[in-house]
Protein backbone atom coordinates (compact mmCIF):
# COMPACT_ATOMS: atom_id res chain seq x y z
CA UNK A 1 0.00 0.00 0.00
CA UNK A 2 1.52 3.42 -0.91
CA UNK A 3 -0.36 6.71 0.62
CA UNK A 4 0.11 9.76 -1.21
CA UNK A 5 -0.87 13.53 0.22
CA UNK A 6 -0.29 16.83 -2.00
CA UNK A 7 0.30 20.42 -0.97
CA UNK A 8 0.64 23.46 -2.39
CA UNK A 9 -2.16 24.30 -4.77
CA UNK A 10 -3.77 27.74 -5.20
CA UNK A 11 -4.56 30.73 -7.41
CA UNK A 12 -1.96 32.20 -9.34
CA UNK A 13 -2.11 34.39 -12.73
CA UNK A 14 -1.20 33.97 -16.02
CA UNK A 15 2.46 33.54 -16.46
CA UNK A 16 2.82 32.70 -12.50
CA UNK A 17 4.72 29.71 -11.20
CA UNK A 18 3.30 27.27 -8.19
CA UNK A 19 5.28 23.87 -6.64
CA UNK A 20 2.97 21.21 -6.14
CA UNK A 21 4.41 18.65 -3.46
CA UNK A 22 3.04 14.91 -3.09
CA UNK A 23 4.76 12.69 0.36
CA UNK A 24 4.11 9.35 -0.46
CA UNK A 25 4.37 7.02 2.45
CA UNK A 26 4.73 3.10 2.82
CA UNK A 27 7.08 -0.08 1.94
CA UNK A 28 9.76 -0.28 -0.65
CA UNK A 29 8.77 3.06 -2.24
CA UNK A 30 11.84 3.07 -4.95
CA UNK A 31 9.92 0.33 -6.55
CA UNK A 32 7.30 2.88 -7.49
CA UNK A 33 6.98 5.17 -10.43
CA UNK A 34 5.68 8.70 -9.32
CA UNK A 35 3.75 11.15 -11.36
CA UNK A 36 1.51 13.89 -11.15
CA UNK A 37 -2.24 13.91 -13.60
CA UNK A 38 -4.69 16.64 -13.98
CA UNK A 39 -7.97 17.09 -14.33
CA UNK A 40 -10.30 19.84 -15.77
CA UNK A 41 -14.24 20.51 -15.45
CA UNK A 42 -15.81 18.38 -17.81
CA UNK A 43 -12.46 17.00 -19.22
CA UNK A 44 -10.60 13.14 -18.69
CA UNK A 45 -8.00 13.00 -16.36
CA UNK A 46 -4.73 13.14 -18.37
CA UNK A 47 -1.26 12.70 -17.05
CA UNK A 48 1.36 15.75 -16.96
CA UNK A 49 4.65 14.26 -16.01
CA UNK A 50 5.97 11.08 -14.26
CA UNK A 51 9.18 10.45 -12.36
CA UNK A 52 10.63 6.77 -12.86
CA UNK A 53 13.17 5.13 -10.17
CA UNK A 54 16.12 3.98 -11.31
CA UNK A 55 17.20 5.49 -14.28
CA UNK A 56 15.41 9.04 -13.06
CA UNK A 57 14.18 9.38 -16.99
CA UNK A 58 11.04 11.52 -17.33
CA UNK A 59 7.83 12.03 -19.28
CA UNK A 60 6.16 15.07 -19.55
CA UNK A 61 2.71 15.77 -21.78
CA UNK A 62 3.25 18.04 -24.99
CA UNK A 63 1.38 20.96 -23.18
CA UNK A 64 3.91 21.38 -20.23
CA UNK A 65 6.94 20.58 -21.83
CA UNK A 66 9.50 23.48 -21.25
CA UNK A 67 7.22 24.92 -18.55
CA UNK A 68 6.66 21.94 -15.67
CA UNK A 69 9.93 20.19 -13.85
CA UNK A 70 8.63 16.85 -12.06
CA UNK A 71 11.72 16.01 -9.08
CA UNK A 72 11.69 13.17 -7.02
CA UNK A 73 13.94 13.13 -3.40
CA UNK A 74 14.15 9.56 -2.63
CA UNK A 75 15.58 10.31 1.00
CA UNK A 76 12.20 12.11 1.50
CA UNK A 77 9.78 10.51 -0.14
CA UNK A 78 8.57 13.18 -1.91
CA UNK A 79 8.03 14.34 -5.88
CA UNK A 80 7.38 17.75 -6.99
CA UNK A 81 6.10 19.46 -10.01
CA UNK A 82 7.33 22.93 -10.44
CA UNK A 83 5.10 24.81 -12.83
CA UNK A 84 6.35 27.82 -14.60
CA UNK A 85 4.60 30.14 -17.28
CA UNK A 86 1.22 28.81 -16.25
CA UNK A 87 -1.37 29.50 -18.25
CA UNK A 88 -5.35 29.47 -17.93
CA UNK A 89 -5.77 26.19 -19.83
CA UNK A 90 -3.67 24.72 -16.76
CA UNK A 91 -6.49 24.94 -14.29
CA UNK A 92 -7.63 21.68 -12.85
CA UNK A 93 -7.10 19.74 -9.83
CA UNK A 94 -3.73 17.94 -9.66
CA UNK A 95 -3.40 14.42 -8.67
CA UNK A 96 -0.18 12.63 -7.15
CA UNK A 97 -0.42 9.20 -8.57
CA UNK A 98 2.13 6.15 -7.94
CA UNK A 99 2.28 2.55 -9.67
CA UNK A 100 4.37 -0.21 -9.37
CA UNK A 101 7.70 -0.09 -11.36
CA UNK A 102 6.63 -2.54 -14.69
CA UNK A 103 2.88 -1.85 -14.20
CA UNK A 104 0.36 -0.18 -16.75
CA UNK A 105 -2.32 0.72 -14.41
CA UNK A 106 -1.41 3.80 -11.80
CA UNK A 107 -2.78 1.62 -8.31
CA UNK A 108 -3.07 4.81 -5.34
CA UNK A 109 -3.72 8.22 -6.15
CA UNK A 110 -3.79 11.50 -3.55
CA UNK A 111 -6.69 13.35 -2.92
CA UNK A 112 -5.96 15.84 -5.69
CA UNK A 113 -5.01 19.87 -4.97
CA UNK A 114 -6.90 22.51 -7.12
CA UNK A 115 -4.45 24.73 -9.12
CA UNK A 116 -6.45 27.78 -10.47
CA UNK A 117 -4.10 30.42 -13.03
CA UNK A 118 -6.60 33.45 -13.86
CA UNK A 119 -6.21 35.26 -16.93
Known amino acids: QVQLEESGGGLVQAGGSLRLSCAAS????????LGWFRQAPGKEREIVAA????????YYADSVKGRFTISRDLTKNTVTLQMSNLRPEDTAVYYC????????????WGQGTQVTVSS
Open 97 to 108: AAKPRGETSWNY
Open 26 to 33: GRNLGLYV
Open 51 to 58: RYVNDAST
